[in-house]
């Protein structure tokens, strides 16, 4: 697997743990994109949410949004809210023929019952469709914090098994993990990983800047942990929840904790608040550091 399919970044050691980061938006997020362009580095990942209520040419037109802009698209395709093979096909063909989508983030997605003939990641990695129109490198979900379905040796079962597909499809795979509150898991988790002989690059997942109530409101939704402890190592009081807050903490503990035993990490930012306060908060961050 080489590196170099991920971004070109990674065949380097960061400069601070925020180098190299990678940014999530929705398909109404392309103006916001637009307006903050200049402030984000060239080539850097976009991740393309696969929303129920956002239509296939919204997100498409937002992947080659980020291309035009100078960045790396990489669309999220949801297998359960996939309709049918050739709702797949004509996705992946449009992606890669109006967006120059190189990489796609594959998840089963929250529907209990499919809405086709995909259930999982690996039904939508076994048709074949990604190596044969050229994608590069395909994301897949990380789940320190643990899986609502899924007991914790099941996770890392099945995370093994799809990376090994990925790669013997002649793709690199890349983890994208679920945002946290606190740094412990991700390197309890990251350290796993790696003496479990999965060597993939991991971006972590990090909260951008928001409101208190709008973080724990998507903890709640996404079945990340928000005790009072963890909510507390964040800098947030839970029974103080006006207000905003950012993932200093988060980060710096990051920062400080990370290590070569840990493996090749990027941060991956979802910004609840905002793309232009999430950009700008990367921004105080490097400087600072």
């Known amino acids: 697997m080489s590196l170099h399919l991920i971004h070109p970044a990674w065949g380097r050691p960061p400069e601070t743990v925020t180098s190299g ?36 040419d919204a997100r498409i037109a937002s992947a080659a949004e980020a291309r035009a802009l100078g960045f790396e698209p990489m669309p999220h395709l949801s297998a359960r809210r996939i309709g049918s093979a050739e709702e797949l096909q004509t996705i992946v063909e449009r992606s890669v023929a109006e967006a120059g989508v190189r990489r796609m983030f594959l998840v089963a997605g929250d529907p209990p019952v499919p809405a086709g003939p995909y259930s999982d990641t690996m039904g939508l990695l076994k048709t074949g469709l990604f190596e044969r129109h050229g994608i590069r490198a395909i994301g897949i979900a990380g789940h320190p914090d643990g899986h609502p379905s899924m007991n914790a040796e099941e996770c890392w079962r099945f995370l093994k098994l799809k990376c090994a597909d990925i790669e013997s499809r002649g793709m690199a ?10 740094a412990t898991p991700f390197l309890v988790w990251l350290k796993e990983l790696r003496a479990r002989g999965i060597g993939a690059p991991v971006r972590i997942g990090v909260p951008g800047p928001a409101k208190i109530s709008t973080l724990l409101r998507f903890a709640a939704h996404c079945g990340v942990g928000a005790s009072a402890n963890v909510m507390a190592k964040y800098g947030v009081s839970l029974s103080r929840l006006l207000g905003s807050t950012g993932p200093d903490r988060l980060v710096a503990d990051l920062q400080r904790g990370l290590g070569p035993e840990h493996g090749p990490v990027r941060l991956h930012f979802y910004p609840f608040g905002g793309l232009e306060r999430t950009v700008e908060w990367i921004r105080a961050y490097s400087g600072a550091h």
């Open 21 to 56: 980061f990678s940014l999530e938006m929705t398909a109404r997020d392309a103006r916001a994109l637009r307006e903050v362009a200049g402030s984000v580095p060239p080539e850097t990942p976009i991740a393309i949410t696969f929303l129920p209520n956002e239509t296939m």
């Open 173 to 182: 795979p890349l983890i994208v993990t679920q945002f946290g509150f606190d």
